[in-house]
């Protein structure tokens, strides 16, 4: 039988790893985790005894979100000690890994081995079950986000016991956006597809004018499309089309795109930073691998000391909400670092911003100024509520339950769930109890 060791008066079993989390901070330095402690299991086994002892739990990701959905008042059991295990089943087209793994290195291995995702997020620094759990997106008119892709689940309950689930059971789409609060994930069966090639291409200063005019033209001009701007004056700083090709040797898209002029090297999305970080562009076709995400496994990602929020928004409110933030770029650029606009497509799953819709992305990196991004935040949530705008989960928004809730028309099933799931409030911390139960 295992020794239990009481640590701030949470039993943990000591075949576990544990660190005290005195300075543990998330990526970007802007939250600090207020857990005393982490484990580190090994395995399964370790993780299930380690949930089956403790009061709270919570899983720590890759630390890449801009909020306490992380946090708890108990322990964080991190997944990166977890054997990866990547295991492609070929007659099924599905990749099985650990929620723990970085989307970096399982696409490295899925090209290497002939195989692809659909889509990866901005950053591949970040893990599968984190990006799940908050349904983190990339781009495209006919991409669902990366939740989309999971076939399957495993996840340690609050008893500790294993439950696993497929899509087609009962309560699946419930449960793959979880935000962390119905148990821990251990395995994710994702889709995959046959390998394919991506060539980026940068075009400067679109007419947004012209933009506006043409914004299905814009968005389905490449697989992926993300548009770069602070939102003030008649021009849109850049546009970022990734482009499937089967051939390497296909040149790129023409010289000019809605005004804009291809860049004659790489870019970055900040004004001002090297392109060295950002993935291969200039029309150079390559490994889906390296061209989806916008920078490379092997440097920092993005800035690091920047703060981020994220609006969804129904494609058919598109050009009203454009329209709004283009007048809003006095209040919102003082803080901005850049603004980015994406499309994602809709998918089914109840706790996804783009649950029942097809939608677009407003997405801001902000200036590390907590403060003042907390105090613009109710203004820009006010203009864009006739919208519906819906928040990314990982990053910083004002609304609570109240204000989130009636967006979703299964928030009331999800809470049941976890309800069902964690009767306790095992999973449960003051992220989930804001703005998922209103208390």
Known sequence: MLGIKQTYGIPIRTVIAMEQLTTERNWAGNYSYKAPATVFPHSVQELREAVADAEKIRALGSRHSFNDIADTPGILASLEGLDPAISINEQDMTVTVSGGIRYGTLASELHRRGFALHNLASLPHISVA?????????????NGNLATAVAGLELVTADGSLLTVHRGDADFAGMVVGLGALGIVTRLTLDIEPSYEVSQSVFENLDWNLVLENFDDVTSAAYSVSLFTDWSGPTIGQAWLKRRTVDAGQPGVESGFFGGKAAAEARHPLPGVPGTSCTQQLGVAGPWSDRLAHFRMEFNPSKGEELQSEYLIPREHAADALHTMRRLSGVVKPLLLVGEIRTVAADNLWLSPNYGRDGIGLHFTWRQDQPAVEAVLPVLEAELAPFAARPHWGKLFEGDAAAVGPLYPRFGDFKALA?????????RNSFVDRKVFGS
């Not at 984190?130 to 006919?142: F, I, K, L, P, Y």
């Open 130 to 142: 984190g990006a799940v759990a908050t349904a983190t997106h990339g781009s495209g008119d006919r």
């Open 419 to 427: 309800e069902r799931l964690d009767p306790a409030g095992k999973f």
